[in-house]
C-alpha cells in the first residue's frame, strides 16, 4: 500500500518568514494530494490539495508544488502569520479502494 | 466551521464495552469516512461509505463496524473495547464517492478514552 513520509516533525519560524514542509510517496499511481491543517481540539481542515496532472497550485499566502516523478510534494507558506501555528499533515490517495495515507505531520510553529 | 457534525464530543467507558459514534455530513456530500487518530499510528482511515453502501475499506478491526442510513448520517460501533482503542475519531465528508480523490472536510472528532 501507499506509504506518506513527512519532514519536519517540528519547523519554527520567525514571523513573516516562508515555511516549507517537504512529503514523499511510495505509489506511483497516487493521483490527488491534499494538506490539511489541525489546531488543538479540531478536526483536520483542507487548506489546499493538487491533482497529479499539475506540477503547482497557489493559494494567497499557500502554495503546493507536485514532482511525480521524484514522487514528492511540498506546502509552502510565506508571510507566516501567528495564526499559522497549528500541526500540519499531508495526505496521498492511491487509487482504488484504498483510502486518504496521511503523513505524521508537521507542527509549525510562528515565533513572534 | 466544516459542516460536518459528530456526537458525542467524548466518551468514557471501560473495557469490554460497546458504543456508537455518530457522524452527519455536509449538506450535499454523500460519502462519509471515518478515520482514528493516536499519537502513535497517527491517522489512519478506517472505512468510507457512499449513498449507503460500503465503499472502501482500510485499517478497521473486525469488532468495529459502521453503516450509513438513507438520511446519509453514519454510525461507527466498536465492540469489545480494548485499552488500545483510546483515540479521537474523525468522521469526513465528500460530495462524491467513486474514490478517494474528493476533497474530504472532517468533523471535530469523538474523544474515546477506554479505562
Known amino acids: 500500500g501507499e506509504n506518506v513520509e513527512q519532514h519536519p516533525s517540528t519547523l519554527s519560524v520567525q514571523e513573516g518568514d516562508s515555511a516549507v514542509i517537504k512529503c514523499t510517496y511510495s505509489d506511483s499511481a497516487s493521483n490527488y494530494f491534499p494538506w490539511y491543517k489541525q489546531e488543538l481540539g479540531k478536526g483536520p481542515q483542507l487548506i489546499i490539495d493538487i491533482r497529479s496532472n499539475v506540477g503547482e497550485k497557489k493559494d494567497q499566502r499557500i502554495a503546493v508544488t507536485l514532482n511525480k516523478t521524484a514522487k514528492h510534494f511540498s506546502l509552502h507558506i510565506t508571510e507566516t502569520q501567528p495564526e499559522d501555528s497549528a500541526v500540519y499533515f499531508c495526505?496521498?490517495?492511491?487509487?482504488?479502494?484504498?483510502?486518504?495515507?496521511f503523513g505524521k505531520g508537521t507542527h509549525l510553529i510562528i515565533q513572534p | 466551521d466544516s459542516g460536518v457534525t459528530q456526537t458525542p464530543k467524548h466518551l468514557i467507558t471501560a473495557t469490554g464495552q460497546r458504543v456508537t459514534l455518530r457522524c452527519s455530513p455536509r449538506?450535499?456530500?454523500?460519502?462519509v469516512y471515518w478515520y482514528q487518530q493516536s499519537l502513535d499510528q497517527g491517522l489512519q482511515f478506517l472505512i468510507q461509505?457512499?449513498?449507503?453502501?460500503?465503499?472502501a475499506k482500510g485499517n478497521i478491526l473486525e469488532r468495529f463496524s459502521a453503516q450509513q442510513f438513507p438520511d446519509l448520517h453514519s454510525e461507527l460501533n466498536l465492540s469489545s473495547l480494548e485499552l488500545g482503542d483510546s483515540a479521537l475519531y474523525f468522521c469526513?465528508?465528500?460530495?462524491?464517492?467513486?474514490?478517494?480523490?474528493?476533497?474530504?472536510?472532517f468533523g471535530d472528532g469523538t474523544r474515546l478514552s477506554i479505562l
Open positions: 449538506s450535499g456530500d454523500l460519502s
Open positions: 469526513a465528508s465528500s460530495v462524491g464517492g467513486q474514490g478517494n480523490d474528493q476533497p474530504q472536510h
Open positions: 461509505y457512499y449513498n449507503g453502501e460500503e465503499r
Open positions: 495526505a496521498a490517495y492511491g487509487g482504488g479502494a484504498d483510502g486518504l495515507t
